[in-house]
């Protein structure tokens, strides 16, 4: 059985997957549809690193051998002999779906096919495919080489044999894998999310400013960052994108996005990576 790990998508949770499964002892081969995602992917690999080597946490020599490990690519079917494939492409079905489609014809019939989605479906998905037994959420957390978690999300049709073969390779990633079943927003969106939007109704309904809203959290609730700095942090576009999933998952009101959340997405503040979000970057 080859040990070559596949990821397609060259962004933030994908390079970052990459450079973990580098880092386990894997060749990577990280698909991305254009030649500069790659570069600026494994770019970040190579600064994420480096300060793993400033903090003395590696040497220089692991370094190298780690970002050798990671070959790029523009075509999914330098895939084909991957044991395991993680999907971490935008977050939206339409995307994820054509993804699988196209892997599911070009990798062997017992390669293990993953999605980093952090919300939608595992049983749609599968259902997709010709191996809905073989597929499987593994929703990594940002960032990915830092957080221990995996969260492990088992689809309706998911074997057991597919359930265990990615729990031990979630541990041999050096990561700890915790299992739930398929549903919107699994556990950590579906606690994680109305948080993050009940915080930005309190600032559209002017209850408190951003700062005490943040700081009530990181002070009184012992968070590392507060809720608006969190939603900046994940992306706001992404944020919504989980409360639609939610809200049309299990039709609750209590799962409405904030007005206030659209029309932020609407203006393009989507947070830390436009330089504008709840705060100025």
Not at 255 to 263: A, D, F, H, N, T
Request: net charge neutral; glycine share 8%; charged share 25%.
């Amino acid at each position: 059985m080859s040990e070559t790990f596949g990821v397609v998508g060259a962004g933030t949770m994908g390079n970052g997957i990459a450079q973990v499964a580098a880092r386990a002892g894997f060749d990577v081969v990280m698909r991305d549809v254009a030649e500069e995602l790659l570069a600026r992917g494994l770019s970040a690999v190579g600064k994420s690193l480096q300060r793993d080597v400033d903090k003395e946490r590696l040497t220089k020599d692991e370094k190298e051998k780690t970002v050798g490990r990671i070959r790029t690519t523009t075509q999914l079917a330098d895939l084909r002999d991957a044991f395991i494939v993680v999907e971490a492409v935008t977050e939206q079905f339409t995307v994820k779906s054509e993804v699988f489609k196209a892997l599911d014809t070009i990798v062997q019939p017992d390669t293990v096919l993953a999605s980093n989605t952090s919300s939608i479906s595992i049983t749609k998905l599968g259902a997709i495919t010709q191996r809905p037994d073989k597929v499987i959420g593994m929703h990594f957390m940002n960032p990915v080489p830092v957080m221990k978690l995996v969260e492990i999300i088992r689809g309706a049709a998911t074997s057991d044999e597919t359930y265990q073969k990615v729990h031990a390779l979630t541990e041999k990633l050096g990561k700890i894998p915790l299992e739930c079943n398929d549903s919107p927003g699994f556990i950590s969106n579906r606690v994680l999310m109305p948080m993050i939007n009940e915080a930005i109704f309190a600032l559209y309904e002017g209850v408190a400013s951003r700062e005490s809203i943040d700081g009530i959290m990181k002070l009184g609730m012992n968070h590392p960052m507060g809720p608006l700095t969190l939603a900046d942090f994940i992306g706001l576009d992404v944020c919504l994108a989980i409360m639609n999933v939610l809200h049309d998952g299990f039709g609750d009101s209590k799962y409405r996005p904030c007005p206030l959340l659209k029309r932020y997405v609407d203006a393009g503040w989507l947070g830390r990576k436009s330089g504008r979000g709840f705060y100025e970057y």
